[in-house]
C-alpha cells in the first residue's frame, strides 16, 4: 500500500483540506468499526502513541492510538489554521505539521512566491522530509490552494517548484481554485497568470475548479429545496443552512457549501488508494492514461452526487443516469461543456456496488455523444472502488481531459490583459525584490502557448484518422516519448 501526503496551502487550501480530513475520517469510521489501524488507514493517516514522545511514538499495527494526518499546513495568516487547532480536527495535526505568518501575502503573488517562498524555504523542505520520511512508499503529494490570493498562488506555486526538485519521483497532483469574474480580489488575474505558468511546467495533474460553477451548484441546490422538487430536504445543521436553521441567501456566497464539493472530489479521487475494490485505479495511472502530453495535464472534475448525505437529502439517482449527469454541465466543476469539445482521455472512477458490465454498458450508451481524438478513441481509463460514500449506494467521479477548458483560460488571459494594458497595480509587484516585469511576460506567453496547443487540437475535430497532419502527430509523440 502506498502513501500520499497533502499540503495545504493559504486561507482556502485549509479550508478545503480541513473538509477532506473530516470525511475521511467519517468514511473510516464506517468501514473500519473495530478501530484497527490497516493499510487502508495508513494510506492517508498515521497511528500514534502519544504518550511517547517523538518518532518512537508511531505504531504501524494493531489498536489505533491516536490518527495524524499526513498534511502539512501553510498560511501567511493564522487565522484559518487557528481555528482548525481549536476546533474537531484539533488532534488529528500537531505543530510540526504548520508553517504560519501573521502579516499575510497582502493579495500579491509575488509577495508569496518570492518573499515568503525564500523566507519558509528551509522550514517547508525540512517537514517535507520528514513527512516523506514517515511513509513507507510515497507516492504522492496532494496540493490544495487557491489562484486568486497571494499565499496560496505565490508559495503554494513556489512549493511545488521545491517538490519537483526534492521528490522528482513523487506524483505531484494539484488542486486550484480558480476566481471567478466577480472575485472581490482587484489583483486576482495577475495571481492567477503569473501561478498557471508555474502549474503549467512543474505539476503533474492540475484539476482546475471554478469558484462560479461551485456557486451555481449551491444555488441550484437552494433552489430545489426551496421549491421542493424531487422531494429535496436540507439536513438541519446543513453546510447549506445557516446557524439559525434558514436557507443562506444566494448574495452571500456559501463557502463552507463550495469546500464540501471540492472536498468530496478529493475523497472520491483518493478512493481507490484508501479502500480496496475489483478494479481500482492507481494514482500514477490517471497521469500514465490521463495526460497524453506534458503541459496538457489539466483534467477538469465532474461529480455525482455532489453532495454527502449529511448535507441535503436528495432521493438517489439511478445508475445510468448518474453517468449522464457526469457528462451534462450542471455537473461540472468547471464552467465548461464537454461533451460539445474535444476529448483527449476519460476517466471514470466508481464507488459502490456497481460490476464491470455497468460501466461497460454506460460507456457503449456514452460513447456515440462525446467526441475522443482520432488517434485515442478508446480512450477511457475505468475503476472500481467497493466502498461507496457514507449515507450512498454509489458515486461517480469523472475526469475529462477536454479542451473544454480552453475557455476559462482565454478568459483569464482577456482579464489580465484588462490590467496590464492599463499597468494598473503593477507596481505592488515591481517593488518586490526579485520581480521583473518580464515575469509578467513570460507567464503570459505561456499561457498564450497553452491555448494555442488546445486550438490545434480542436482545429483536427471531425477529421478522420488519415487526413491527420503526420508531421504534427511526429512532433507530439517526440514531446512526449521522453517523459
Known sequence: MTQSVVVQVGQCGNQIGCCFWDLALREHAAVNQKGIYDEAISSFFRNVDTRVVGDGGSISKGKIRSLKARAILIDMEEGVVNEILQGPLRDVFDTNQLITDISGSGNNWAVGHKVFGSLYQDQILEKLRKSAEQCDCLQCFFIIHSMGGGTGSGLGTFLLKMLEDEFPEVYRFVTSIYPSDEDDVITSPYNSILAMKELNEHADCVLP????????????????????????????????????????????????????????????????????????????????????????????????????????????????????????????????????????????????????????????????????????????????????????????????????????????????????????????????????ESCFTEAVSSLSALIQEYNQLDATKNMPVQDLPRLSIAVWCFHWLPY
Open 209 to 436: 475548479i471554478d469558484n462560479q460553477s461551485l456557486f451555481d451548484i449551491i444555488s441550484k441546490i437552494d433552489l430545489m429545496v426551496n421549491s421542493g422538487k424531487l422531494g429535496t430536504t436540507v439536513k438541519p445543521k446543513s453546510l447549506v443552512t445557516s446557524s439559525s436553521g434558514a436557507l443562506k441567501k444566494c448574495h452571500k456566497k456559501p463557502f463552507d457549501a463550495m469546500n464540501n464539493i471540492v472536498a468530496n472530489l478529493l475523497l472520491n479521487l483518493t478512493s481507490s488508494a484508501r479502500f480496496e475494490g475489483s478494479l481500482n485505479m492507481d494514482l500514477s495511472e490517471i497521469s500514465m492514461n490521463l495526460v497524453p502530453f506534458p503541459q496538457l495535464h489539466y483534467l477538469v472534475a465532474s461529480l455525482t452526487p455532489l453532495y454527502t448525505l449529511a448535507d441535503v437529502s436528495i432521493p438517489p439517482r439511478r445508475l445510468d443516469q448518474m453517468f449522464s449527469d457526469a457528462f451534462s454541465k450542471d455537473h461540472q466543476l468547471l464552467r465548461a461543456d464537454p461533451k460539445h469539445s474535444l476529448y483527449l482521455a476519460c476517466a471514470l472512477m466508481v464507488r459502490g456496488n456497481v460490476q464491470i458490465s455497468d460501466l461497460r454498458r454506460n460507456i457503449e450508451r456514452l460513447k456515440p455523444s462525446l467526441q475522443f481524438v482520432s488517434w485515442n478513441q478508446e480512450g477511457w481509463k475505468t475503476s472500481l472502488c467497493s466502498i461507496p460514500p457514507v449515507g450512498h449506494s454509489h458515486s461517480l467521479l469523472a475526469l475529462a481531459n477536454n479542451t473544454c477548458v480552453k475557455p476559462t483560460f482565454m478568459e483569464l488571459k482577456e482579464r489580465y490583459m484588462r490590467l496590464y494594458k492599463k499597468k494598473a497595480h503593477l507596481h505592488h509587484y515591481l517593488q518586490v525584490e526579485g520581480m521583473e
